[in-house]
């Protein structure tokens, strides 16, 4: 089980914190990652971590400002949101444990972020 939070109403060019908590999954070695579904469009992915090495990867457009990270002794994954723009704006899942073709199988509930100009 997932359990996302941090969101919230945020200015242009402010920051945030997402939290994802886990239970119920072998955290320490399980892959994750954030996604987003920004009104009107699909979810796509944002970051995503490894669980073997922590090895991370992000999408152009949060590079240089979005970061991914984890804790394994709190079961918790974190995604730490710099100058934020308005096009940010979206509802963020945390997800786990993909499958052999990078399907996510474990899904948080969302958390609403959004960024006023």
């Known amino acids: 089980q997932l359990q996302a939070s941090g969101g919230g109403l945020v200015q242009a060019g402010g920051s945030l914190r997402l939290s994802c908590a886990a239970s119920?999954?072998?955290?320490?070695?399980?892959?994750m990652g954030w996604f987003r579904q920004a009104p009107g469009k699909e979810r796509d992915s944002v970051a995503t971590i490894t669980g073997s090495n922590s090895r991370t990867y992000y999408r152009d457009f949060v590079k240089g400002r979005f970061t991914i990270s984890r804790d394994n002794a709190k079961n918790t994954m974190y995604l730490q949101m710099n100058s934020l723009k308005p096009e940010d704006t979206a509802v963020y899942y945390c997800a786990a444990d993909p499958d052999s073709l990078g399907r996510f199988r474990s899904w948080g509930q969302g958390t609403l972020v959004t960024v006023s100009s």
């Open positions: 119920g999954v072998t955290f320490s070695s399980a892959d």
